[in-house]
């Protein structure tokens, strides 16, 4: 079973895809995701500090995949060795 893992949308951003990751990970729409961290930052005042802290911290999804098929690679290296049978 594949677990989901939080990434920054490197298909769906505006400035880091830090909203398109959010809205991908919970099945969101990335308009109501943006439109909701608009208002947090204009009405109470949300610091956009944390924007760019989650854009700096959070992996994007490319590094994500690309991680994933080097271990899955790997893996698969790994189960193909046999042990040499001399005769």
């Known amino acids: 079973m594949s677990q989901k893992k939080f ?11 830090v909203l398109g990751g959010i809205a991908d990970y919970f099945g969101w729409d990335v308009n109501i995701v943006r439109l909701a961290f608009i ?9 956009v500090m ?3 802290l989650a854009w700096i911290l959070i992996p994007d999804d490319q ?3 690309s991680d994933k098929n080097n271990h899955d690679s ?9 042990p040499d049978q001399e005769d």
């Open 50 to 52: 944390v924007y760019f």
């Open 63 to 65: 590094h994500i995949a």
């Open 7 to 17: 990434a920054r949308s490197t298909s769906d951003r505006v400035l880091g895809g």
């Open 39 to 47: 208002i947090l930052t204009v009405f109470c005042h949300f610091n």
């Open 74 to 82: 790997h893996a698969d290296e790994v189960r193909d060795v046999t």
